[in-house]
């Protein structure tokens, strides 16, 4: 069976700074899959590194197909997305804005659909869908729900958290 996305040798660096040594991994289809770590342990970098944001060196393949050296843009096309941390959303935008945002590489009205959607997930991205921000911005995880929503808008195949509270509640 071939993984939905698999790292052999993954090396990652910001200008002579090493940060990656040699990740290996894969992510089965349907799977569940943590990235644990201790701060500094190069969690984000590995995030950034399957986004193509960051140099690298290894192989990168997602359905058999390599993406490593792709661009960003082309590796969202195929269905990776990344929230980073809690604050991963645009506070000036409304959530609705937020979550179009995600689904901007999709057909206007087939994303739309998805909203009643996403609001069955997170409720209280319905009571606020017209306010500039989630709630009080002090929640962590308050912050993340327009990002949780705006990756799913987006129909990724992998979506990566970098926080341990986005999937609070």
């Known amino acids: 069976m071939t993984a939905l996305l698999e790292a052999k040798g993954l090396h990652a660096a910001y200008g002579e700074t090493k940060v990656l040594h040699g990740l290996d991994f894969a992510v089965q289809q349907g799977g569940v ?3 644990l770590g201790a701060n500094g342990a190069g969690k984000t970098t590995t995030l950034r590194a399957i986004c193509g944001m960051v140099r690298t060196q290894g192989q990168l393949t997602m359905g058999g197909k390599r993406i490593d050296g792709m661009a960003t843009e082309d590796i969202v096309r195929l269905g990776v997305a990344h929230v980073p ?17 995600g689904a901007y590489i999709r057909p206007a009205r087939e994303a739309t659909a998805d909203f009643d959607k996403m609001f069955g997930y997170f409720p209280r991205l319905k009571e606020r869908v017209t306010a500039s921000r989630p709630g009080p911005c002090r929640v962590a995880s308050s ?3 327009p990002s949780r929503a705006r990756c799913c808008c987006g129909q990724s195949c992998c979506c990566w958290m970098s926080h341990r509270s986005a999937w609070r509640r």
Do not use: K
């Not at 809690?86 to 179009?100: D, I, K, Q, W």
């Open 85 to 101: 941390d809690g604050r991963g959303t645009f506070m000036e935008l409304t959530v609705e804005e937020n979550m179009r945002l």
């Open 33 to 35: 899959t943590a990235l």
């Open 143 to 145: 912050r993340c729900w």
